[in-house]
């Protein structure tokens, strides 16, 4: 399924930091990533790797202050977004770019009914009358697999499981049949069945509308069942990128071995209450990052190189790039 | 239906209320040294003991306090609040004839508060550490640190004796009658001072509180969420935005309408405007029982209806609010 051509999405050089104080937090160092039409690709870390930073940096939706784009390029169908006006982002914005959120419960506006926060991105980008776009906002509420709709549509947020909520932002963010969809931890505050729903439900609507899907998210099992491609991305950077089936089957970055040896196998035949793995430390503060590799203090296989200056990236394999010593051929 | 139903609750607990009310002001009055014979005999220059014992007996007031309270609960049942001791006129008529000046002058002052507080306040929220946020924040302080006498004492001083072009005195000029218009005019003249003087305290507070709560809100999901979607600053803001920000607002406003009754007693006082804080404060003075219980009925009465009133804003705002 992974696309080809021009890339749709292509991000290189991204740096976002955070201001407090005297002090400046890296929050996103150097990143790059791209993605084709038709193709999923799946970036994942831990909490406060920048994964979902990179997303709002997508859309120039870093807090400011104290949040601030210090450089890169995000060309988006051949322009770069980092230099389009305010207006032109406002076109791009829900329109060719839709995003879903983490958090169903907090991000639909609670004294506005569904219909009306489903509507106005109709009206704004599809130049709708009100009339058609509550048609409309019906159809895709009735697309994303809500019940009884149009009932729903004249329903305020609260009256509204978070399931439901979560399927609200997706035909949000669908409504105008973006080329590219973000989705960042769309179902981290669901439970599990229901999340098989929605992922079942987005990998169908990549297929029937061809879109570019960047799927945010901290969970590999997600990973192996959804995505294309994969970036792993830790302190702030990507770490490793690759096809789907190489990260899994050959991990280079002893990072990305830790996140796949953490998925429990449910199959293999462990005695009950074996221990569960778990990568050791802590992921290193965006304030405090060190000189060097950001997960040299966690790394089995830390060399003092790694403390000391950070590996560049370099390409493995065609489509495979890691940034580490140990894929660097003999350390100095 | 179910806003009927509750409303009709709500209404039952404020009879009780009131009734609570009336009872303690009936008490704690009477704790007070000194009554309206002592006020009377004062005034007159002296007064016989016998003269004294006279009248006692003819208000009833030689009663133990607990007979008194019953009987003027029993009148009050039957709608009748009791004559004034000091003007001889019915106390009911007294009080309606003064509320529309207090009326006008604590809604003048609420709706200026209000109004302009929030629109200081959204302006303010849009750039949080701007020149006119921190103006805003400056005059917050001073206004909120400033008592309604000083104010009004200060405006008097400027526009009595500096910039002469506002009364400071009463509600009407001597020479009236040149029509209805001209007469509303003459009135909204007088109400300049006065309502200004009642609403900065209260319009520096709901700007900051506005500001507050615009930051509050700008930072939510939802807006973020809207933001994602293309919308103009403009739509995101007050669409969004203030919807949601107005709703402590609203809460605020409510709880805090008995203060601002109690700010009109000492702005009337200040600007001798004809109205019921004139009156309670001149009944305080002359231990006029019936006309003070009157007024102190009447206070709590708007103070119910207000919050009543809020809590029905409060419900068309928000809708995750339901009759429970």
Known sequence: MAGTGMPLLDISGLSVEFRGGSRTARVLNDVALTVAANETLGIVGESGCGKSMTALAILRLVPSPPGRITGGRIVFEGEDLLQASEQRLRDVRGHRIGMIFQEPMTSLNPVLTIGDQLSETLVKHLKLDARAARGRSIELLRAVGIPAPERRVDEYPHQLSGGMRQRVMIAMAIGCEPQLLIADEPTTALDVTVQAQIFELLRELRDRRGMGLILITHDMGVIAEMTDRVAVMYGGRVVEEAATAEILSAPAHPYTRGLIACVPDLDAEEAPGADLVEIAGMVPSVWDLPRGCPFADRCAEAMPRCVAEMPPTTVMTAGHSVACWLHQGVPS | MALILFMARRLFYAAILVIGVLILSFLLIRLAPGDPVDTLAGQMGGMTEEIRAGLRSEYGLDQPTLVQLGIYLERFATGNLGYSYFFNLPVLSLILQRLPATLLLVLTALVLAVVSGTILGVLASRRP?????????????????????????????????????LPV?????????????????????HLVLPALSLAVVYLAQYSRLTRASMLDVLGSDYVRTARAKGLE????????????????????VGLQFGNLLAGAIVVETVFNWPGLGRLAFDSVLRRDYPTLLGLLFFSSLLVIVANQLVDVCYRLADPRIKAS
């Open chain 2, 169 to 189: 005195s009463g509600m009407t000029a001597a020479a009236v009658s040149g029509g209805w218009l001209l007469d509303s005019l003459d009135v909204a003249h």
């Open chain 2, 129 to 165: 550490n701007g020149l006119l946020s921190q103006a805003i924040t400056v005059v917050s302080v001073i206004g909120y640190s400033a008592p309604v006498f000083w104010t009004g004492m200060l405006l008097i001083i400027l526009f009595a004796s500096v910039l002469p072009i």
């Open chain 2, 233 to 252: 600053e403009r739509k995101v803001f007050f669409k969004h935005a203030f919807r949601n920000a107005m709703l402590p607002i609203i809460t605020i």
